[in-house]
């Protein structure tokens, strides 16, 4: 099969603010943001990147073979002479643009609905394309556990929810092959900060909630809010979480010719739900204009009638009937590592979340605390070069309402594991827990009044203690941060992980090992 080729005035067409320095009038092989991927005829996007410049690769794309180059610095004489440069103001934004024109403009084939939040929009976003899909639309997804179209599951990379632009345009082109009519898709703060979405025309935007998160990266809650704020700045319908505390921020800014739609679960609104029962699963009465409509869900929690309500308010801007709506709810399953039951011959309840903020950390714990008349046993930990003041937080929580929590790893990444582990400790002390040594532990303290939290930096030995050391008939044990993941980030290095492996490794009485 011939190679495709297109012609770089095309290109040009579609790159806002740029300085062309040689000729428009060449054909383009294929786009790279590696220096090290380029090909003969190859457009190469020079990105000057957090711990890399790629500009200072220029020279060996060109020795590969590029035929242009985009940046943003002025180019080099010698450059010009084998090369057409493009100077442009942003090279995330211009590779963004560049990758939708090479692979066709995907994502205007599509109606894309995009979900944001802090937390909930995993589930939120599988929601919505359930429901599509039982009202017989063809749907794909983008989300933090990987794309699907057609049944068929994409990795994107690990601790990935936005992939990069070439990768993402080409997700959506497959889903455009597939006969895809929409596609659901998970954004984040930083995938609208890096630009990986610029180019992507979003039909309808989703709030879940915000609260503090990624402040490493964005530095202030503001500016972190403000940053979701743009994904709705341009979508033509906006659904908001009436209950969260940027509801009238984003209402005073986004666009007057936005169509807004409301849910609740705690006051009136386009769509808000009372008479919320819970046990094992949870229901809801749906309230819409002058309907009243019964909508059950197939597990537990009250952030999910959250969650529920804001795929239910997408999924009616696309005129799908309730009775559809009703019955893809009634049927749907959590995604993977939310709130997922692992059965176990123990007699004890063991759960794995990627609860991994304080809002979803307590969020799990005081949807799971009525889950059982005995101990609540919780083992988590805090990635590193994340936000870091999340940490205290999360272990008061934890101390407050577990009866023992572990405390242990989560991506360390270069960061010492015990001091991030300390700093989940003193939290968990303000939160009325009492520190028992590891090697001290003993079926007493199982039985003494009182919340006790544990310190296991290793993760797998972690998970077994809590299983095979604390747990006893009756008790739940809930393990949060990773979920689905399957790496662990140390020192820099993806090493192969599954909290779910090492959970059936334990109830096996073996420790899953980092390998």
């Not at 020192?491 to 059936?504: C, H, L, M």
Request: one cysteine or more; hydrophobic letters at 40%.
């Amino acid at each position: 099969m011939a190679k495709v080729k297109k012609k770089l005035f095309r290109f040009i067409e579609i790159l806002p603010q740029k300085k062309v320095f040689g000729s428009e009038d060449i054909f383009i092989t294929g786009v790279s943001d590696d220096s090290r991927k380029v090909q003969k005829g190859n457009l190469f996007v020079a990105i000057s990147g957090f711990t890399l410049d790629a500009h200072k690769f220029i020279p060996e794309a060109i020795r590969k073979g590029a035929s242009v180059v985009v940046g943003e610095k002025e180019p080099q004489k010698s450059w010009l002479k084998a090369i057409t440069y493009i100077k442009v103001s942003n090279s995330r934004e211009a590779l963004s643009y560049l990758a939708s024109f090479w692979y066709g403009q995907p994502a205007k084939k599509l109606k894309v609905i995009g979900v944001t939040g802090t937390d909930g929009k995993t589930t939120t976003a599988n929601m919505i394309k359930a429901i599509l899909e039982g009202s017989g639309r063809k749907v794909g997804l983008i989300s933090t556990i990987g794309a699907e179209i057609s049944k068929k599951v994409y990795e994107t990379g690990a601790h990935v929810t936005n992939p990069e632009p070439l990768e993402l345009q080409k997700i959506l082109n497959l889903m455009v092959m597939a006969r895809c009519t929409y596609c659901v898709m998970e954004v984040t703060s930083q995938g609208i900060d890096q630009q990986r979405i610029a180019g992507v025309d979003f039909d309808t935007a989703v709030l879940t909630n915000i609260t503090p998160e990624h402040l490493f990266y964005h530095k202030t809650f503001e500016t972190y809010r403000d940053t979701k704020l743009k994904l709705f700045q341009k979508a033509k319908n906006a659904v908001l979480n009436k209950d969260d505390s940027s509801f009238p921020i984003f209402t005073k800014r986004i666009s007057p010719i936005t169509n807004i739609y409301t849910y609740s679960l705690k006051q009136k609104a386009d769509f808000w739900a009372d008479k919320i029962q819970e046990n094992a699963k949870v229901s809801f009465q749906l309230n819409y204009k002058n309907k009243k409509i019964d909508i059950n869900l197939n597990f537990p929690g009250q952030f999910n009638v959250a969650n529920a309500l804001a795929a239910i308010a997408a999924s009616r801007i696309y005129k799908i009937p309730f009775r559809i709506i009703k019955k893809a709810l009634q049927d749907f399953r959590l995604p993977e590592g939310r709130l997922e039951e692992i059965k176990n011959q123990k007699g004890i309840k063991i759960f794995i979340d990627f609860a991994h903020t304080p809002n979803a950390l307590q969020n799990v714990l005081t949807t799971l605390r009525p889950k059982t008349n005995a101990k609540l046993i919780v083992v988590f930990g805090c990635a590193s070069e994340r936000d870091d003041s999340k940490r205290p937080v999360m272990g008061e929580i934890a101390g407050r309402i577990a009866d023992f929590t572990v405390l242990t790893s989560e991506d360390p990444r270069n960061e010492s594991i015990a001091r991030i582990i300390e700093e989940i400790a003193a939290g968990a002390k303000r939160g009325g827990a009492m520190e028992v040594d590891e090697g001290k532990f003993n079926s007493s303290n199982h039985q003494t009044r009182g919340n006790y939290f544990l310190k296991i930096p290793d993760r797998g030995e972690a998970i077994y203690f809590a299983i095979n050391k604390i747990a006893q008939k009756g008790d739940l044990v809930v393990i949060c941060g990773k979920g689905h993941e399957k790496s662990m980030n140390i020192k820099g290095i993806e090493y192969p992980w599954s909290d779910r492996k090492a959970v059936t490794m334990a109830l096996g009485g073996k420790v899953k090992k980092i390998s």
